[in-house]
């Protein structure tokens, strides 16, 4: 590509849905090389990224709408919280893909957009244990 940065965009439909920005980065943590994705659409989506960090994701915030994510990156399981239902469904996509555990707390996030979204994952391989503390409500 002559040294060009592929980049994933968001915005309006027919094009790159926001919804799918968060999910679309932890993939990138795994693929080979740098992308950079722009969140043009809403303000401060990106900041979950610094719950990937600790988990082994090299990851540069640039600004509240630009990340470049660097991969491939070995993951290690980590305790995170989620602020909401994308980037609570992004950390559980990259606790499935991490070695080790990991806890994931305010599930309840997840739960509001991804119903009984454990039995939909086991079947493929998942191992999700619900603790009574982060029950649904």
């Not at 790159?16 to 968060?22: E, G, K, N």
């Not at 401060?44 to 600790?54: A, G, H, N, Y």
């Not at 990991?102 to 391989?125: A, C, F, M, T, V």
Request: hydrophobic share 45%; glycine share 8%.
């Amino acid at each position: 590509m002559g040294g060009a940065i592929p980049s994933i965009a968001d915005a309006p439909w027919p094009a790159f849905p926001a919804d799918l920005m968060s999910i679309a980065l932890v993939a990138a943590t795994q693929c080979e090389g740098v992308i950079l994705f722009h969140e043009k659409m809403f303000e401060s989506r990106l900041f979950f990224v610094d719950k990937l960090i600790p988990m082994g994701a090299r990851i540069v915030l640039c600004d509240p709408h630009r990340a470049l994510v660097y991969g491939p990156s070995k993951l290690s399981g980590d305790v995170m919280e989620s602020p909401d239902i994308r980037a609570g469904m992004a950390m559980l996509i990259a606790a499935l893909a991490a070695e080790g555990t990991s806890s994931i707390h305010n599930i309840r996030q997840i739960d509001r957009g991804y119903e009984r979204i454990e039995d939909k994952l086991r079947p493929l391989g998942a191992r999700i244990q619900r603790h009574s503390d982060v029950e649904r409500s």
